[in-house]
Protein backbone atom coordinates (compact mmCIF):
# COMPACT_ATOMS: atom_id res chain seq x y z
CA UNK A 1 0.00 0.00 0.00
CA UNK A 2 1.22 3.18 -1.28
CA UNK A 3 1.95 6.04 1.84
CA UNK A 4 -0.41 8.96 1.95
CA UNK A 5 0.68 12.04 -0.48
CA UNK A 6 1.87 14.62 1.38
CA UNK A 7 1.30 17.85 -0.72
CA UNK A 8 1.03 21.42 0.05
CA UNK A 9 -2.37 22.84 -0.65
CA UNK A 10 -4.70 25.37 0.49
CA UNK A 11 -7.76 24.63 1.88
CA UNK A 12 -9.97 27.67 2.56
CA UNK A 13 -13.37 26.55 3.78
CA UNK A 14 -16.16 29.18 3.21
CA UNK A 15 -20.30 29.36 2.88
CA UNK A 16 -20.19 31.80 1.05
CA UNK A 17 -21.88 31.61 -2.67
CA UNK A 18 -19.19 32.03 -6.01
CA UNK A 19 -19.44 35.07 -7.16
CA UNK A 20 -20.61 35.72 -11.00
CA UNK A 21 -17.84 36.39 -13.26
CA UNK A 22 -17.71 40.36 -14.39
CA UNK A 23 -19.11 39.50 -17.60
CA UNK A 24 -21.88 37.95 -16.09
CA UNK A 25 -22.72 40.55 -12.71
CA UNK A 26 -22.99 44.28 -13.99
CA UNK A 27 -22.76 45.27 -10.26
CA UNK A 28 -18.87 43.82 -10.54
CA UNK A 29 -18.36 46.87 -13.48
CA UNK A 30 -20.38 49.36 -12.15
CA UNK A 31 -18.48 49.49 -8.74
CA UNK A 32 -15.04 47.81 -9.33
CA UNK A 33 -13.33 51.36 -9.01
CA UNK A 34 -14.76 52.41 -6.18
CA UNK A 35 -12.90 53.23 -3.01
CA UNK A 36 -13.63 52.01 0.30
CA UNK A 37 -14.54 55.33 1.52
CA UNK A 38 -16.94 55.96 -1.50
CA UNK A 39 -19.06 52.48 -0.34
CA UNK A 40 -18.97 53.78 3.12
CA UNK A 41 -20.66 56.74 1.92
CA UNK A 42 -23.09 54.74 -0.16
CA UNK A 43 -26.81 54.87 1.03
CA UNK A 44 -27.69 51.65 3.02
CA UNK A 45 -30.24 50.36 0.30
CA UNK A 46 -27.94 50.80 -2.25
CA UNK A 47 -24.95 49.00 -0.13
CA UNK A 48 -27.63 45.88 1.20
CA UNK A 49 -29.04 45.48 -2.21
CA UNK A 50 -27.21 46.15 -5.31
CA UNK A 51 -22.98 46.09 -4.53
CA UNK A 52 -21.80 42.67 -5.03
CA UNK A 53 -20.55 41.24 -1.59
CA UNK A 54 -17.06 40.62 -2.75
CA UNK A 55 -16.72 44.90 -2.29
CA UNK A 56 -18.59 44.98 0.84
CA UNK A 57 -15.92 42.33 2.07
CA UNK A 58 -12.91 44.31 0.27
CA UNK A 59 -14.31 47.85 1.43
CA UNK A 60 -15.08 46.54 5.22
CA UNK A 61 -11.48 45.99 5.31
CA UNK A 62 -10.29 48.98 3.58
CA UNK A 63 -12.08 51.04 6.07
CA UNK A 64 -9.50 49.98 9.16
CA UNK A 65 -7.76 53.06 10.64
CA UNK A 66 -4.92 50.31 10.34
CA UNK A 67 -5.63 48.72 6.72
CA UNK A 68 -2.44 50.55 5.61
CA UNK A 69 -0.69 48.42 8.16
CA UNK A 70 -2.36 45.21 6.95
CA UNK A 71 -2.42 45.81 3.13
CA UNK A 72 1.30 46.39 3.58
CA UNK A 73 1.54 43.18 5.36
CA UNK A 74 -0.40 41.31 2.52
CA UNK A 75 1.41 42.88 -0.19
CA UNK A 76 4.44 41.48 1.23
CA UNK A 77 3.00 37.97 1.02
CA UNK A 78 3.37 38.48 -2.56
CA UNK A 79 6.71 39.59 -2.83
CA UNK A 80 6.00 43.66 -2.91
CA UNK A 81 7.74 45.96 -0.60
CA UNK A 82 4.30 46.84 1.64
CA UNK A 83 5.97 47.19 4.87
CA UNK A 84 8.96 49.72 4.38
CA UNK A 85 7.56 50.65 0.91
CA UNK A 86 3.59 50.66 1.18
CA UNK A 87 2.95 53.42 -1.97
CA UNK A 88 6.00 51.75 -4.00
CA UNK A 89 3.78 48.43 -3.47
CA UNK A 90 0.38 49.74 -4.21
CA UNK A 91 2.23 51.14 -7.56
CA UNK A 92 3.79 48.27 -8.75
CA UNK A 93 0.55 45.74 -7.49
CA UNK A 94 -1.58 48.02 -9.66
CA UNK A 95 0.82 47.92 -12.72
CA UNK A 96 0.52 44.46 -12.34
CA UNK A 97 -2.95 44.05 -12.02
CA UNK A 98 -2.90 46.20 -15.30
CA UNK A 99 -4.43 48.89 -13.58
CA UNK A 100 -3.98 52.62 -13.90
CA UNK A 101 -1.20 53.38 -10.85
CA UNK A 102 -3.04 55.38 -8.49
CA UNK A 103 -1.79 54.48 -5.13
CA UNK A 104 -5.85 54.11 -3.92
CA UNK A 105 -7.00 50.65 -3.79
CA UNK A 106 -10.20 49.99 -5.14
CA UNK A 107 -12.51 47.62 -3.92
CA UNK A 108 -11.65 45.53 -6.83
CA UNK A 109 -7.97 45.84 -6.55
CA UNK A 110 -8.89 45.06 -2.62
CA UNK A 111 -10.79 41.56 -3.70
CA UNK A 112 -7.97 40.64 -6.08
CA UNK A 113 -4.79 41.16 -3.41
CA UNK A 114 -7.00 39.03 -0.76
CA UNK A 115 -8.12 36.37 -3.86
CA UNK A 116 -3.68 36.33 -4.68
CA UNK A 117 -2.78 36.60 -0.59
CA UNK A 118 -5.21 33.45 -0.30
CA UNK A 119 -3.23 31.74 -3.01
CA UNK A 120 -0.36 31.82 -1.25
CA UNK A 121 -1.69 30.03 2.29
CA UNK A 122 -0.99 26.75 1.72
CA UNK A 123 -1.07 24.01 4.46
CA UNK A 124 0.59 20.93 4.73
CA UNK A 125 -2.13 18.37 4.63
CA UNK A 126 -2.54 14.41 3.71
CA UNK A 127 -4.75 14.03 0.51
CA UNK A 128 -4.63 10.08 0.21
CA UNK A 129 -3.11 8.74 -2.52
CA UNK A 130 -3.55 4.94 -1.77
CA UNK A 131 -4.22 2.31 -5.14
CA UNK A 132 -4.70 -0.56 -2.89
CA UNK A 133 -7.65 -4.04 -3.25
CA UNK A 134 -8.13 -6.53 -1.22
CA UNK A 135 -11.13 -9.72 -1.14
CA UNK A 136 -11.33 -12.12 1.66
CA UNK A 137 -13.11 -13.67 4.21
CA UNK A 138 -16.86 -12.19 3.09
CA UNK A 139 -15.18 -8.48 3.25
CA UNK A 140 -13.65 -6.53 0.11
CA UNK A 141 -11.71 -2.71 -0.11
CA UNK A 142 -11.20 -0.89 -3.15
CA UNK A 143 -9.36 2.36 -2.97
CA UNK A 144 -8.07 4.99 -5.12
CA UNK A 145 -8.98 8.06 -7.80
CA UNK A 146 -12.04 7.60 -9.87
CA UNK A 147 -11.42 8.83 -13.48
CA UNK A 148 -14.25 9.17 -15.72
CA UNK A 149 -12.95 7.03 -19.49
CA UNK A 150 -13.24 9.74 -22.45
CA UNK A 151 -14.57 12.78 -20.25
CA UNK A 152 -13.58 15.71 -17.73
CA UNK A 153 -14.21 14.73 -14.37
CA UNK A 154 -15.56 17.68 -12.31
CA UNK A 155 -13.15 16.42 -8.97
CA UNK A 156 -9.93 15.32 -11.03
CA UNK A 157 -8.62 15.18 -7.07
CA UNK A 158 -10.62 12.99 -5.54
CA UNK A 159 -10.20 9.76 -3.97
CA UNK A 160 -12.78 6.92 -2.93
CA UNK A 161 -12.85 3.94 -1.02
CA UNK A 162 -15.35 1.07 -1.63
CA UNK A 163 -16.13 -1.47 0.87
CA UNK A 164 -18.15 -4.60 0.27
CA UNK A 165 -20.11 -6.99 3.18
CA UNK A 166 -20.94 -10.45 1.74
CA UNK A 167 -23.03 -11.49 4.38
CA UNK A 168 -24.41 -7.96 4.69
CA UNK A 169 -25.18 -7.80 1.00
CA UNK A 170 -23.65 -4.40 0.31
CA UNK A 171 -21.07 -2.22 -0.48
CA UNK A 172 -20.53 1.39 0.78
CA UNK A 173 -18.14 4.28 -1.11
CA UNK A 174 -16.97 7.15 0.67
CA UNK A 175 -15.04 10.19 -1.49
CA UNK A 176 -13.81 13.15 -0.45
CA UNK A 177 -12.51 15.79 -3.55
CA UNK A 178 -11.13 18.83 -3.85
CA UNK A 179 -13.32 21.75 -5.50
CA UNK A 180 -11.14 24.00 -7.62
CA UNK A 181 -11.97 26.88 -8.09
CA UNK A 182 -13.03 28.63 -11.93
CA UNK A 183 -9.93 30.07 -13.73
CA UNK A 184 -12.23 33.43 -14.06
CA UNK A 185 -14.22 33.35 -10.93
CA UNK A 186 -13.76 36.68 -8.86
CA UNK A 187 -14.66 34.78 -5.36
CA UNK A 188 -12.86 34.80 -2.41
CA UNK A 189 -13.37 31.32 -2.22
CA UNK A 190 -10.26 29.47 -3.31
CA UNK A 191 -10.38 25.58 -2.90
CA UNK A 192 -12.54 23.57 -0.59
CA UNK A 193 -12.00 20.38 0.33
CA UNK A 194 -15.30 18.51 0.30
CA UNK A 195 -16.92 14.99 2.00
CA UNK A 196 -19.56 13.24 0.66
CA UNK A 197 -21.51 10.92 3.04
CA UNK A 198 -21.68 7.30 2.30
CA UNK A 199 -23.33 5.86 -0.73
CA UNK A 200 -24.86 2.61 -0.43
CA UNK A 201 -24.85 -0.41 -3.56
CA UNK A 202 -26.94 -3.74 -3.00
CA UNK A 203 -24.84 -6.67 -3.92
CA UNK A 204 -26.36 -8.40 -7.26
CA UNK A 205 -23.14 -11.10 -7.57
CA UNK A 206 -20.81 -12.28 -5.75
CA UNK A 207 -17.91 -14.86 -6.41
CA UNK A 208 -14.27 -15.63 -5.55
CA UNK A 209 -12.85 -12.74 -7.97
CA UNK A 210 -16.08 -10.39 -8.83
CA UNK A 211 -18.31 -8.52 -7.11
CA UNK A 212 -21.82 -6.84 -9.43
CA UNK A 213 -23.60 -4.34 -6.99
CA UNK A 214 -26.68 -2.07 -7.60
CA UNK A 215 -27.13 1.21 -6.87
CA UNK A 216 -29.85 1.61 -3.32
CA UNK A 217 -32.25 4.00 -4.49
CA UNK A 218 -34.27 5.37 -1.74
CA UNK A 219 -37.50 6.86 -2.65
CA UNK A 220 -36.45 10.43 -2.79
CA UNK A 221 -33.73 9.58 -4.99
CA UNK A 222 -34.57 10.45 -8.86
CA UNK A 223 -35.39 7.86 -11.81
CA UNK A 224 -32.93 10.08 -14.18
CA UNK A 225 -30.13 7.59 -13.90
CA UNK A 226 -28.45 4.32 -12.23
CA UNK A 227 -25.25 3.63 -11.46
CA UNK A 228 -23.76 -0.16 -10.77
CA UNK A 229 -20.55 -1.09 -9.32
CA UNK A 230 -18.21 -3.79 -11.44
CA UNK A 231 -15.18 -4.83 -9.29
CA UNK A 232 -12.62 -7.78 -10.50
CA UNK A 233 -10.01 -8.57 -7.99
CA UNK A 234 -7.95 -10.95 -10.78
CA UNK A 235 -7.44 -8.48 -13.01
CA UNK A 236 -7.47 -5.16 -10.79
CA UNK A 237 -10.31 -3.78 -12.73
CA UNK A 238 -12.57 -1.54 -10.80
CA UNK A 239 -15.43 0.31 -12.15
CA UNK A 240 -18.44 2.44 -12.05
CA UNK A 241 -21.03 2.30 -14.73
CA UNK A 242 -23.57 4.68 -15.07
CA UNK A 243 -26.73 4.58 -17.64
CA UNK A 244 -30.10 6.36 -18.15
CA UNK A 245 -32.79 5.06 -16.05
CA UNK A 246 -35.72 6.27 -18.46
CA UNK A 247 -37.36 8.84 -15.90
CA UNK A 248 -37.49 12.15 -15.37
CA UNK A 249 -33.92 14.01 -15.54
CA UNK A 250 -34.12 17.45 -13.59
CA UNK A 251 -31.95 19.14 -11.74
CA UNK A 252 -33.55 22.12 -9.02
CA UNK A 253 -35.78 22.54 -11.35
CA UNK A 254 -33.28 22.69 -15.00
CA UNK A 255 -33.28 19.50 -17.41
CA UNK A 256 -30.68 17.22 -17.30
CA UNK A 257 -29.48 16.07 -20.78
CA UNK A 258 -29.67 12.54 -20.77
CA UNK A 259 -26.35 10.43 -21.32
CA UNK A 260 -25.71 9.51 -24.77
CA UNK A 261 -23.94 6.60 -23.86
CA UNK A 262 -22.98 4.66 -20.60
CA UNK A 263 -20.57 6.62 -18.56
CA UNK A 264 -17.81 4.82 -17.36
CA UNK A 265 -15.57 5.75 -14.56
CA UNK A 266 -12.99 3.81 -13.29
CA UNK A 267 -10.70 3.88 -9.96
CA UNK A 268 -7.37 3.75 -10.70
CA UNK A 269 -3.62 5.01 -8.97
CA UNK A 270 -4.28 8.99 -8.36
CA UNK A 271 -0.27 9.97 -8.04
CA UNK A 272 0.09 10.75 -11.77
CA UNK A 273 -3.32 12.95 -11.68
CA UNK A 274 -3.43 14.43 -8.32
CA UNK A 275 0.52 15.59 -9.23
CA UNK A 276 -0.28 17.42 -12.14
CA UNK A 277 -3.03 19.47 -10.74
CA UNK A 278 -1.23 20.22 -7.91
CA UNK A 279 1.34 21.52 -9.93
CA UNK A 280 -0.59 23.62 -11.56
CA UNK A 281 -2.20 25.13 -8.37
CA UNK A 282 1.32 26.06 -7.14
CA UNK A 283 1.91 27.47 -10.76
CA UNK A 284 -1.05 29.74 -10.27
CA UNK A 285 0.02 30.80 -6.68
CA UNK A 286 3.54 31.78 -8.32
CA UNK A 287 2.35 33.75 -11.23
CA UNK A 288 0.17 35.81 -8.61
CA UNK A 289 3.44 37.40 -7.20
CA UNK A 290 5.41 40.09 -7.70
CA UNK A 291 6.74 40.42 -11.54
CA UNK A 292 9.76 42.41 -10.26
CA UNK A 293 10.27 39.20 -8.18
CA UNK A 294 9.57 36.62 -10.15
CA UNK A 295 11.38 38.06 -13.07
CA UNK A 296 14.85 38.45 -10.60
CA UNK A 297 13.86 34.89 -9.46
CA UNK A 298 13.98 33.50 -12.61
CA UNK A 299 16.90 35.50 -13.84
CA UNK A 300 18.75 33.95 -11.14
CA UNK A 301 17.31 30.10 -11.70
CA UNK A 302 18.64 30.26 -15.66
CA UNK A 303 21.99 31.72 -13.89
CA UNK A 304 22.57 28.48 -12.06
CA UNK A 305 20.98 26.42 -14.83
CA UNK A 306 23.24 27.39 -17.37
CA UNK A 307 26.47 26.79 -15.00
CA UNK A 308 24.91 23.15 -14.44
CA UNK A 309 24.74 22.30 -18.03
CA UNK A 310 28.13 23.93 -19.09
CA UNK A 311 29.80 22.05 -15.56
CA UNK A 312 27.38 18.80 -17.67
CA UNK A 313 29.08 19.57 -21.31
CA UNK A 314 33.06 19.93 -19.58
CA UNK A 315 32.61 16.33 -18.11
CA UNK A 316 31.07 15.06 -20.88
CA UNK A 317 33.89 16.56 -23.24
CA UNK A 318 37.05 15.16 -20.58
Not at 124 to 153: C, Q
Not at 176 to 183: E, G, R
Amino acid sequence: MKKLFIILVLAVFSNSSIAADETENSGMKKYRNYTPQQVKDMPAEELRNVMPMIYVEAARRGAFAESEFFFGSELNRLMYPGIHDYKTAVLAFQKDLGEKSTGVLTVWQISQLIRRVRAQKFVRIYFPNIYWSHMGNGIAHVEGTVKVLDENIHWPVNHHKVKCYKDENYCEVRQIMLNLPKPKSNSTTIYQVLEDGPTMYEVIHWDDNVIEAQYAKSPIDSNCRTTNLSLNFKTKEFYFITKNAGGKCELLGEKVDKLPKPRISQIVDGEKIIKEEFSKIAKAAYDVLSSDFRKKTEKIMKKYEDEAAEEEKKKSNQ
